[in-house]
Structures are given as structure tokens and as C-alpha cells.
């Protein structure tokens, strides 16, 4: 596609645009568009100009991303989430799709679990035979082969059984349509009143046995070590009540924002028709603001917050992967998947100044940094609430608290409720989306800390914790009960308040952003034991309830959690520094 570019003179500055096609020019109105010829044509008919005087920037439009060979790019993939504002036709037409992800992933994951039952039937019946357990798996791996019955399938590979369910589904409408009974077609064993998988899109049912897949796969890997942390449980069945539906869709379906195409017949699509016929403009019409979204076959919707940052993501050799429409609460989202190329990045001046932070997690504090003039390094609208706006210790938002009382109110009132009634059910989605708020306000605070830190320091010390240890319930057995069970359930809803392993996972990855760098210490480091004046240990070992932590060999006392950090600092540069 032949790229034209235009120099345009507007109150003396020179701006020059690199336009796909000329149609594009359509979309920015009929005064702008008025605007631009004319300054055009204007500036052809004045003479040489000195450059010097002008200010000079360049857009550029692509449709392919421009990557590079060289070892100073790297490819980086990030998401763009919107709200979305669809109509109710639109909001009927996402809760169906989501419906029948969620039900591709049932079938999936039923067949899997019942694949599962009689291997595991198999095993036993041969273990109380006597087989050993090398014997039994090699039997299994034979009658996999032999048997579909003994054989887990993916998502490939159940695509055939799926084509023929809607198959199935189509016919049994047919026939219906053709004036045949009902309940001689459609059984009354059948989970819905009519067929219906026959209409909904393929892609949309591919994404849920996709995930299914996705699912099996993680748990197999959990059990064979492949996949670190705790071992997963099987997938389990998604509920229409408890689970939020959600469905990606790939390429090369047609999705994007500003200048994508709309949807063939739907309504935005017959407005902007009209109104190019007016004018007397001819080719497809397009989204021409940055309001709108395209979403493939669901056609254009409408969106909270606009797509600048995305298009220009993408006008700079972004290529959307993908997109995902969820639901959370009352709220559907979508969100694109765009993956670009850029350069690698490098650490800044400012950071490279600040060099090397510990961040100690906590409670009391939601982290003490060891950097003193972290409050002086952050911006005041930065979204950081130092304590006393000068100590280097972040204060704890406390997010859930401050639901709290709305949260058991709405429980208490939805457990003296009918189950199946109106009102529960209204309640149970203001429940729902008050829990979203506090998700989304702690997201947002976390996003606004380690933003900071990974864009103002070089190396970034944390230590590795384990937080379902920590957070572990202390109510033990009947035979062994537990201490201060209430106690410990208050402090575990604290820490999970403030989300450790969300805040180092939103700290790793945007350190590769912005050049900086993390180090894990090890859990076991003594950072709060430790006097970091001296580096000796007390000979009583502290306590929870101890905040000030005062060295019986060089008497410094300093806070508790200051101390941690500026160990933890230390124990990072030296991990750093090792070959």
C-alpha cells in the first residue's frame, strides 16, 4: 500500500503526516477535512520556507509492525482493558457467546473427568491384583491407543466431537422448524429447552475447550513437576451462577479501534453508509472516533475511556493479537492483546542515580522502603501516600476494610433470603460488584507503587515469600486445635489484602519495561532479625508485636520494618554483584 505523506501549515508549525489512504480522511469530520485541503493547498502555493523556524513531528500509520533484527528491540506484548457500554441487544448477544464458552468447556472437561474415572477404576482394580505401578502406567499407555475410552483428549482433538454436537444440534432444529414435535426431537434428558449450539460462532466454542485444554494440561504438569508452586486439583465444572464468563478471540477476525472496519448490516454500519452517500465518499466505512471498538462478529461497541494510547500503539508497528470479553460483576470488558517491538530498554539517569532499593511487604506499613528520599524522589501525584509524607514507609490502604461494613451487610441480608428470588439476586450482584471495587481500588495501588519503583531505581531487592504459608489458616485438627485462630484469620485477611505475589508480579514484569531490575533474597534471610548499623543479631529473637528494633551491641534503634528493608537492600546487591 503506496504511503503519502502531507506537509500541513498550521499557525506556523509544520506537521507532516504519513497517511495510509486518502479515505482515512473521512474520519476526522467535515471541517477538519475542510481545514486540511485548504492548508494544503495554501502551503503548495507559498514559497521556500526557512526550516529551521518549524517544529516538526511525524505519525506514522502501518498496518505491519516494523521489527527489527538487531539485538536492541525486543518484542513486548501488552493489554488494553475497556469497559465496555453495550446496548442490550449487545449485552444479550456477549452473554450468549459467553454461555457458550462455558458450556464448550463443560463438554471438555466431562469428557476428561470421565476419561480420568475409568483409568483410575483400572488403576486400583490392578493395584488390588497386585500389579506394580510401572506395570499399570505402561497397560494405560497401551489401552490409550487401543481404546478412545481410556484416552484424555485436547482441544484438537475434541474438535471433531464437537463438530458433530452441533451437527446434531442443527438437525434436531431442522427438524423442529419442518413441523416435527418437539419432545419427539429434542428429549427431555437434553440440559436446554431447544437445540442452540448450531448458532452460536465457532470461535467462541473454540476458546472455551481451548481453555478446558489449558486447564488439563496445568494440572498435569502441576502433578509431574513441570509447573512450580502447589499441585492443582482437576478442572472442574464452571458454573452460570459462580463464574465469570469470559472468551478470546484470535486473528485474523477483524477487531481494533479508530479506522477498523465496521461490521457488515449492523446499525453503526448503515448510519455511516448514509452519511458517506451524502457526502458522496465511496469504500467500506470505518470507526472514526476513539469511543468505539470493533469486536468481530459482535460488531462495534461502544467503550468507557477511549483507545488513544492503543491506536498509537499500534500506529507505531502494534499488531492486536487478540481480544478477550469478559465479565466481572455487572460490568463486561474487553481487552486486546497488542504485541509490539520497541528498544531495549536501559536503565535512565535518574535511576541510575537512585541505584539500588529493598521493599520489605507488610502490614502496619504496606512497604518500608530503604531509601530515605524515596518521599522526595516521588512525585506528589504520583498516587504513593508516604506516612507523615516524609518517612520512607508506604502507607497500608486498606482496601477491605473500608468495604467491610457494607460487605457483611450485604452477606447478613442475602442468608436470610429465599434462594432463586429477586431480591437475593439483587443483592447478590451489589455484593458482587462491591468486591469488584476493592479489586480494582488495590489493583490500581499497586499499579501506582511499582510504577514508581521500577521507574526510578536500577535494582529492586524483595524477598521471596511464601504467601500460602503465610497466610495458611491456624485452626489445626480436632486432635491438635489451634492458637489464636481469630487472630491469625484477621492478620491473613491483611496480608491478602494487600496482594505480596500480585505486587511482585506486576514488579517483574515491568522492571523489563523500564530497565530495572529485581532480585529475590532468600525467605529464610533474617532481614528483620539483623541490625543493619552492625549486622549482629539480638540474642532474643524478635517478635510480631516488636515495631522499634533496638541492637544491644551498637544501641541503634530504628523501625522495624526500615531495618528489614535496608537489609534486604543489601543481601539484593550482593546476590546482584555474583557472577
Known amino acids: 500500500m503506496l504511503i503519502k505523506s502531507y506537509i500541513i501549515i498550521i499557525m506556523n508549525r509544520v506537521v507532516r503526516f504519513n497517511i495510509v489512504d486518502e479515505y482515512l480522511l473521512g474520519g476526522i469530520g467535515d471541517v477538519a477535512r475542510t481545514k486540511f485541503l485548504k492548508d494544503r493547498a495554501a502551503y503548495r502555493t507559498e514559497p521556500p520556507y526557512n526550516q529551521q523556524r518549524f517544529f516538526t513531528m511525524t505519525t506514522t500509520i502501518t498496518e505491519t509492525p516494523k521489527t527489527s533484527e538487531t539485538s536492541d528491540t525486543v518484542e513486548r506484548h501488552i493489554a488494553f482493558k475497556f469497559p465496555l457500554k453495550p446496548t442490550q441487544e449487545q449485552l444479550e448477544a456477549l452473554a450468549r457467546d459467553g454461555g457458550a464458552a462455558r458450556y464448550a468447556y463443560n463438554m471438555l472437561v466431562g469428557y476428561n473427568a470421565e476419561v480420568m474415572r475409568t483409568r483410575n477404576e483400572y488403576w486400583a482394580k490392578r493395584q488390588e491384583e497386585g500389579a506394580s505401578d510401572d506395570d499399570i502406567k505402561a497397560e494405560l499407555k497401551t489401552l490409550a491407543k487401543e481404546d478412545p475410552k481410556y484416552k484424555t483428549l485436547g482441544h484438537m482433538a475434541f474438535g471433531k466431537m464437537l463438530t458433530a454436537e452441533v451437527a446434531r444440534h442443527r438437525a434436531c432444529a431442522k427438524a423442529i422448524k419442518d413441523g416435527e414435535p418437539l419432545e419427539e426431537v429434542w428429549g427431555a434428558d437434553e440440559r436446554s429447552k431447544a437445540p442452540w449450539l448450531h448458532t452460536a460462532k465457532r470461535r467462541v466454542l473454540s476458546s472455551g475447550t481451548q481453555s478446558a485444554d489449558k486447564a488439563l494440561k496445568n494440572f498435569f504438569d502441576s502433578r509431574t513437576g513441570k509447573r512450580a508452586g502447589n499441585k492443582m486439583g482437576a478442572p472442574k465444572f464452571k458454573s452460570r451462577a459462580t463464574s465469570n464468563d469470559s472468551y478470546t478471540i484470535f486473528r485474523p477476525e477483524v477487531m481494533g479501534g479508530y479506522g477498523t472496519e465496521l461490521l457488515l448490516g449492523e446499525p453503526a454500519y448503515k448510519v455511516a453508509k448514509a452519511n458517506m452517500k451524502r457526502r458522496g465518499e465511496k469504500g467500506r466505512p470505518t470507526i472514526t472516533d476513539y469511543r468505539h471498538v470493533r469486536l468481530g462478529h459482535l460488531g462495534t461497541l461502544r467503550i468507557h475511556g477511549n483507545t488513544r494510547r492503543m491506536m498509537r500503539a499500534i500506529r507505531q508497528g502494534g499488531i492486536i493479537k487478540s481480544f478477550t470479553v469478559s465479565q466481572v460483576a455487572d460490568r463486561w470488558n474487553v481487552s486486546f492483546l497488542v504485541a509490539t517491538t520497541v528498544p531495549a530498554p536501559k536503565p535512565t539517569r535518574k535511576q541510575k542515580e537512585a541505584g539500588a532499593i529493598g521493599v520489605d511487604l507488610g502490614v502496619k506499613y504496606m512497604a518500608a522502603l530503604s531509601d530515605t528520599d524515596a518521599p522526595r524522589r516521588f512525585h506528589n501525584d504520583s498516587g504513593v501516600t508516604f506516612t507523615n509524607g516524609t518517612n520512607p514507609t508506604v502507607e497500608n490502604p486498606r482496601w477491605i476494610k473500608h468495604a467491610e461494613k457494607r460487605i457483611t451487610k450485604l452477606q447478613q441480608k442475602i442468608a436470610r433470603q429465599v434462594k432463586g428470588s429477586n431480591r437475593r439476586k439483587a443483592n447478590v450482584r451489589k455484593l458482587a460488584k462491591t468486591h469488584h471495587l476493592v479489586a480494582l481500588r488495590r489493583e490500581t495501588g499497586l499499579h501506582q507503587l511499582t510504577k514508581n519503583l521500577t521507574t526510578r531505581y ?101 523501625d522495624r520494618d526500615l531495618n528489614a528493608a535496608i537489609n534486604i537492600k543489601r543481601e539484593a546487591e550482593r546476590l546482584y554483584a555474583e557472577p
Not at 480436632?478 to 492478620?491: D, S, Y
Open 458 to 558: 536500577t535494582l529492586i531487592g524483595i524477598e521471596d515469600l511464601n504467601v500460602s504459608g503465610m497466610t495458611a489458616s491456624a485452626s489445626g485438627t480436632i486432635e491438635n486445635p489451634g492458637k489464636n485462630v481469630t487472630q491469625k484469620a484477621g492478620l491473613n485477611r491483611a496480608m491478602l489484602d494487600v496482594a505480596f505475589g500480585t505486587f511482585r508480579t506486576q514488579l517483574e514484569y515491568k522492571a523489563a519495561w523500564y530497565g530495572s531490575r529485581v532480585q529475590p533474597i532468600d525467605r529464610y534471610y533474617p532481614s528483620s532479625q539483623a541490625c543493619s548499623n552492625c549486622g549482629n543479631r539480638p540474642e532474643t529473637k524478635l517478635t510480631l508485636s516488636d515495631r522499634t528494633y533496638k541492637c544491644e551491641h551498637c544501641h541503634t534503634e530504628i
